[in-house]
């Protein structure tokens, strides 16, 4: 690969009755991604769903209003337990999934994690779209649909400065994309930490181009996602 290159991450379609990943091996250096279209699994997740989540999921689906926003919610949480399932040869349903020590209080409200840590997975979703990843290491990943250009100057203040004057050089079209970039690239590794936005986005430096920045420790690279969404993935070295 030439230097300066994109390197993009490929995910691969979840479809309903399709097969997971039974015979996949998780290797070290690069986790494994899966896409969820909302439109395409509804049907299914909506008919597994009483038989594949727990109680405690069951209910937070039904406190949803809008039936797009509980669409997305079966659609990412389905998925996310079949894949487990997949992963660690057992049914969806017997999946156990805790919540880790808050970084600030130790109590267990932090991120969802496996007991005994073996696999580390993360999830996120947006309208009419899911991504997951899956890894031998901590993980993260983020997907979003393009910032709006007049809504970027109201969160300007998650930007390292490097990264503001970055987006202030670019030609006002070209903004909403690498803002987007930068964002996700920010949240897949505060997610990958599991920190979350507890912390300051601005602290660390990810770049708004191409090809990301650097981090000690990490590895940081974006995925290839529908067109008017970014995506990006965080990976802890081991």
């Not at 070290?28 to 969820?36: C, E, K, M, Y």
């Not at 999921?57 to 949480?77: G, I, K, Q, T």
């Not at 979350?196 to 420790?217: I, M, Q, W």
Request: hydrophobic content about 45%; overall charge negative; aromatic content about 6%.
């Amino acid at each position: 690969m030439e230097p300066g290159t994109a390197r993009l991450l490929v995910p691969t379609p979840l479809s309903g009755p399709g097969p997971g990943p039974a015979e996949t091996v998780l290797v070290a250096a690069s986790p494994q991604l899966w896409l969820v279209d909302t439109t395409a699994y509804r049907v299914h997740a909506a008919r597994h769903a009483p038989g594949t989540l727990d109680a405690q999921e069951l209910a937070r689906a039904a406190e949803f209003v809008r039936a797009a926003d509980r669409d997305s919610y079966v659609c990412a949480h389905v998925a996310l337990r079949r894949l487990l399932g997949a992963y660690l040869g057992m049914p969806a349903r017997e999946v156990v999934v805790e919540r880790a020590p808050c970084t600030h209080c130790d109590e267990p409200h932090g991120r969802p994690v496996l007991p005994g840590g073996a696999l580390h997975f993360s999830l996120s979703h947006c309208t009419g779209i899911s991504l997951l990843a899956f890894a031998t290491a901590p993980v993260g990943v983020d997907v979003e649909e393009l910032v709006l250009p007049q809504s970027i100057a109201e969160t300007a203040d998650v930007l390292h400065p490097r990264e503001a004057a970055e987006l202030a050089a670019l030609p006002p079209g070209d903004r909403s994309l690498a803002f987007t970039r930068v964002w996700t690239r920010k949240e897949a590794y505060l997610k990958g930490l599991g920190v979350g936005l507890s912390e300051n986005p601005a602290a660390d430096y990810v770049g708004t181009g191409p090809v990301p920045a650097g981090l000690p420790g990490w590895s940081l690279t974006d995925a290839l996602v529908p067109e008017g969404h970014c995506a990006a993935v965080a990976l802890r070295d081991p």
